[in-house]
């Protein structure tokens, strides 16, 4: 089974394309792809393929406390969706294509919304792709990966300390951001106190039960948009 994955991901197929060409669930392939991947990565010689793009939403920052030393600029400060943050993350796959996978980060609350990929794209799949992915957006600006690391890294262990688990896309797609280990050098929340504003997808009275279990009523903020 795994040479037939190795096979399929060589052909550029996501894994839920492989799980569908197999006739298996999502998760039965998903170790197989970061094992695959884990071995193309230690026979590059440098443990990691290179990074060859990496792209957030401008307006990331609003409501977050960022470490100055660490250089990070918000290209257009306040025209994001706040608290929702998006990243884009592409390696060298091969010469001609690109390992890609997108991030949905909730930086006030709920951590990994959601996640795409692995994919795997020619350069012009993936201009056209982050068109797509950064649509509802102001738009983009180039980052450093260890920017993209903490934001969503970061967010996935604030919003673990709150009882919130990722996204189950997220497992598949998070060897394309890299080994990452540490404390964020950004502060979750907005402005240090977690906020919720719930999604369309989201079932707002299961968060708020989580969020009481862990914290008193008056240790957190959250909005319930009038029906």
């Not at 795994?2 to 894994?15: C, N, Y």
């Not at 957030?56 to 994001?80: C, F, M, Q, T, Y």
Request: with cysteine; glycine share 10%; net charge negative.
């Amino acid at each position: 089974m795994k040479d037939r994955v190795r096979e399929l991901r060589a052909q550029g197929r996501s894994p839920k394309e492989i799980a569908r060409a197999l006739k298996v669930s999502p998760s039965a392939v998903a170790p197989l792809v970061r094992a695959i991947a884990a071995e193309s990565a230690e026979s590059a010689g440098d443990g990691e393929p290179d990074v060859v793009g990496c792209w957030i939403n401008v307006g990331w920052s609003a409501g977050l406390g960022v470490d100055p030393a660490r250089g990070w600029v918000d290209e257009a400060p306040g025209s994001g969706m706040e608290g929702m943050v998006c990243v884009l993350v592409a390696r060298r796959h091969t010469w001609d294509r690109m390992t890609v996978a997108g991030y949905l980060a909730d930086v006030r609350c709920l951590g990994v919304k959601n996640a795409i990929g692995p994919d795997v794209l020619d350069d012009r799949e993936l201009r056209r792709f982050r068109e797509y992915f950064f649509g509802e957006y102001a738009g983009w600006q180039e980052a450093p990966i260890e920017l993209a690391q903490h934001l969503v890294f970061g967010s996935l262990d604030y919003a673990r300390t709150l009882g919130f688990e990722p996204h189950e896309d997220f497992a598949p797609a998070s060897d394309v951001l890299g080994k990452w280990e540490g404390d964020a050098a950004i502060t979750f929340g907005r402005d240090g106190r977690p906020f919720y504003t719930p999604g369309p997808y989201d079932d707002p009275a299961r968060v708020l039960r989580t969020l009481r279990r862990t914290l008193s009523d008056d240790e957190f903020d959250y909005v319930i948009p009038a029906q």
